[in-house]
Nanobody, 124 residues
Framework: QVQLVESGGGLVQAGGSLRLSCAAA????????VGWFRQAPGKERDFVAA????????YYADSVKDRFTISRENAKNTVYLQMNSLKPEDTAVYYC?????????????????WGQGTQVTVSS
């Protein structure tokens, strides 16, 4: 069992930065791949980024590549999403999720554990 809690969301102007954190409770967190997903009002949940259990491999949606960076500190049971050059279209609720193995990292349905989400709003 893994419990996930996101933090770090807020209101930022376009071009600004935010760092989201996903803190996990559970002794085996370092065994899980972690993904970030986002959902804007009236839209489907979209894949944003994912990282394997060790942090050696990271994956990004094309829309955020070169702007967002996912990382993890297993000693702190935490995964981060550094978001730079934010755009109004990045506005959404951001969720972190965990799964065993990193295959199909872009499919939210593959992830077993989810956090409650954190709101990110980017003003123009």
């Amino acid at each position: 069992q893994v419990q996930l809690v996101e933090s770090g969301g807020g209101l930022v102007q376009a071009g600004g930065s935010l760092r989201l954190s996903c803190a996990a409770a559970g002794r085996t967190f370092s065994s899980y791949a972690v993904g970030w997903f986002r959902q804007a009002p009236g839209k489907e949940r979209d894949f944003v980024a994912a990282i394997d259990y060790s942090g050696a491999s990271a994956y990004y949606a094309d829309s955020v590549k070169d702007r967002f960076t996912i990382s993890r500190e297993n000693a702190k049971n935490t995964v981060y999403l550094q978001m730079n050059s934010l755009k109004p279209e990045d506005t959404a609720v951001y969720y972190c999720a965990a799964k065993v193995g990193v295959s199909y990292y872009y499919r939210g349905t593959e992830f077993r554990y989810w956090g409650q989400g954190t709101q990110v709003t980017v003003s123009s």
